[in-house]
């Protein structure tokens, strides 16, 4: 026996009244504007939390530690709200894959 998911409205839409843009309404009447708010506020907390693993990173290559991956993984988590750290993170898994993929072949 299956059970069908209960129905669930669709969100209501109304227009702005200054711009004529429609906006999303939850059930309640309230409006997406925290989500809007945190948006700054995740930006600059992964730049600073990006900016401090590729710094440990620059640091592990002078001292013991996996200092390439960690400077990786660091352009990684930048590239999750910046376009161009995007564009270096998968440029440099291309060049990740192709090195292995040579690897491979010799062994």
Known sequence: ?????????????TADAPTGIPTETAANGASPAPRRRLRPVRKIAVAVAGTVVIAAGIVMLVIPGPGVVVILAGIGLLGTEFPAAKRVSDRAYGYIKAAWAKIRRKG
């Open 1 to 13: 026996m299956t059970t069908a998911a209960p129905h669930r409205p669709a969100p209501e839409t």
